[in-house]
């Protein structure tokens, strides 16, 4: 027979833990809408620039970019977003088993250099004794762009220096509230832009540039790489939150079945106890009258 004091305390326990998954699930759903709202509304402008930036690419003709071109070099860079904090389901897991397979699936001989944005795959990596070159744990849940700019500079000057011969980014990629999925994106170098995207459906531009189609693409090229590198972050962040809430809920639910599972063997126990106690008075009234 169960003890009941320790149903009781077992119950009390299991109910604490429900508060406390039922408080991370409302904050993380709160924080979902605010990340998303921010995602939202950088993207019409991150979509607009690669529009901007594709017209200007078929009016300039031939002109070409560094930042279009492959450096001839044996090492890569590799921007892996994690999370600070556990209780996300399987969030890291499968952006960090992504990103494992990107690096094995490299030649032999190719280094890729791995930019770690979060803890957990800091000390994944560390767990497998593969080599981080940067981490960064400082970003909070709601990044800056500031925040991001400097580490798009310094890949962006390291593949114009030819130190390396592309830039990923692999993340958790944001498609709804009910569908997220691990992917790796190629920022550098940049894909040539071919005809048919955007709102025009391929229609021929005519622009008269000022300055320079050269100096036009200049500015604009980096600009939209931070920009791709800021909105990728952006969606692992929201997706970040999706998968907290959702761990939240089942561990709320959870909770709330083992508390009426917990409350059935307490009344069973107590009802046992009670119809012991009943055999025990009967059994001495017996005894007396015999």
Do not use: W
């Amino acid at each position: 027979m169960a003890n009941r004091r320790v149903l009781v305390k077992r119950r009390k326990a299991v109910k604490n833990i429900r508060k406390i998954t039922r408080t991370m699930q409302l904050i993380a759903t709160a924080r979902f809408q605010a990340t998303h709202n921010r995602a939202t509304a950088t993207k019409p402008y991150s979509d607009k620039l690669g529009e901007l930036v594709a017209d200007l690419s078929r009016a300039a003709g031939d002109t070409q970019h560094p930042l279009m071109q492959k450096p001839d070099a044996d090492r890569s860079a590799l921007i892996v977003v994690s999370s600070n904090r556990g209780l996300c389901g399987g969030y890291n897991a499968n952006v960090l088993r992504r990103a494992t397979a990107h690096i094995d699936g490299q030649p032999d001989g190719h280094k890729v250099d791995v930019h770690m944005i979060g803890k957990k795959g800091a000390s994944f990596f560390r767990f497998l004794g593969r080599e981080v070159t940067r981490q960064i744990t400082d970003l909070a849940d709601d990044p800056r762009f500031d925040q991001i700019e400097p580490i798009a500079n310094e890949l962006i000057q390291q593949f114009v220096d030819g130190e390396i011969s592309s830039v990923n980014v692999a993340f958790m990629s944001f498609e709804s509230a009910g569908r997220q999925f691990p992917s790796v994106v190629q920022l550098l170098p940049l894909q040539p832009l071919e005809d048919g995207g955007g709102e025009g459906g391929g229609k021929s531009v005519e622009y008269e540039f000022s300055p320079n189609p050269e100096e036009l693409l200049g500015a604009l090229l980096p600009a939209s790489v931070r920009m791709r590198l800021f909105q990728c972050i952006m969606e692992a962040v929201v997706s970040e939150h999706v998968a907290r809430m959702v761990a939240m809920k089942a561990a709320t639910d959870a909770a709330g079945d083992m508390i009426k599972s917990i409350t059935r063997e307490y009344n069973r126990a107590r009802q046992t106890h009670i119809t012991m106690e009943l055999l025990d008075i009967i059994g001495g009234v017996n005894a007396l009258e015999g």
